[in-house]
């Protein structure tokens, strides 16, 4: 069974930045073939995409945080990154990773909790 990882999250202020990381384990696929995504759910939100990669590498991004997030990616070392930065009060979530399609669905790991301060 995949395992997914997320750390990095923590308390911030505004504008700010934080770095999240995705850690993909125990799968027999090599991270190569998999678009991957990272989601956020904000208390009393539905779970959301805001930003995912293909396996060749093409990024797409929620338009609220468009220009201030940035995904990428390690093959080698099975990882997915999210570099956050101009972080707002209303980027305040947990934080998921996941394939970008969910109809192909990973088992969803912790999340990890960004905490941003006005």
């Known amino acids: 069974q995949v395992q997914l990882v997320e750390s990095g999250g923590g308390l911030v202020q505004a504008g700010g930045f934080l770095r999240l990381s995705c850690a993909v384990s125990?799968?027999?696929?090599?991270?190569?073939?998999?678009?991957m995504g990272w989601y956020r759910q904000a208390p009393g939100k539905q779970r959301e995409l805001v930003a995912s990669i293909s396996r060749r590498g093409t990024t797409n991004y929620a338009g609220s945080v468009k220009g201030r997030l940035t995904i990428s990616r390690d093959n080698a070392e099975n990882m997915v990154y999210l570099q956050m930065n101009s972080l707002k009060f209303e980027d305040t979530a947990v934080y998921y990773c996941?394939?970008?399609?969910?109809?192909?669905?990973?088992?969803w790991g912790q999340g990890t909790q960004v905490t941003v301060s006005s």
């Open positions: 125990g799968s027999i696929f090599s991270l190569y073939v998999m678009g």
């Open positions: 996941n394939r970008d399609n969910l109809a192909y669905a990973l088992h």
